[in-house]
Structure formats: C-alpha cells, structure tokens
C-alpha cells in the first residue's frame, strides 16, 4: 500500500482584493463623513435630492466602490496549494 504525502499548507496570505476593497470602503466612508460635516452646515446642496435617495446613498457609493476596488485588484496566487486547488 502507497501512502500519500503529508500536505502541509503556510499560513495564507491576505488577498489583495481583500485588501484593496477594505481600504477602498474605509477611505470612500471617511470621505463620505467629510461631505456630510460639508452638507450639515449647507443643506441645501442635497435638498433637491428625494429624501429616500438620500438615505441610500451614503451606504450605497462606498458599497459600490469596494466592490470595483475589488473585482480590479489581481488575484493573489498560492503557490503553496496543490494545482487543482489554485
């Protein structure tokens, strides 16, 4: 009888794309911060905007940010995996 070998895998690194959307949502989210601080003292600039609209957008632009941030980051490869697994 033949036994296989031992399969030892190194801690995984984290993956770019993890990477690009977590700092793409956090900066997108400061600056969304930063324009709320704009618009609270000037309303006026949002207030030809639906209410509802409003409400979605600041959730919704780092959301969709993050998402483009991560579907264009490269992929990190694992070299440490067996070929069918990469």
């Not at 309303?43 to 483009?68: F, G, K, Q, R, Y």
Request: hydrophobic fraction near 45%; avoid cysteine; glycine fraction near 4%.
């Amino acid at each position: 009888m033949h036994a296989d070998p031992q399969i030892t895998y190194s801690k995984p690194p984290v993956e770019t794309k993890v990477k690009a959307m977590t700092l793409v949502s956090y900066l997108s989210g400061v600056a969304g911060m930063a324009v709320l601080q704009a618009v609270s003292n000037d309303p006026s600039l949002i207030s030809w905007l639906p209410d509802w609209v409003e409400a979605i957008t600041l959730p919704l632009l780092p959301t969709a940010l993050a998402a483009v941030a991560g579907f264009k980051a490269r992929h990190t490869p694992r070299p440490d995996l067996p070929s069918d697994q990469r």
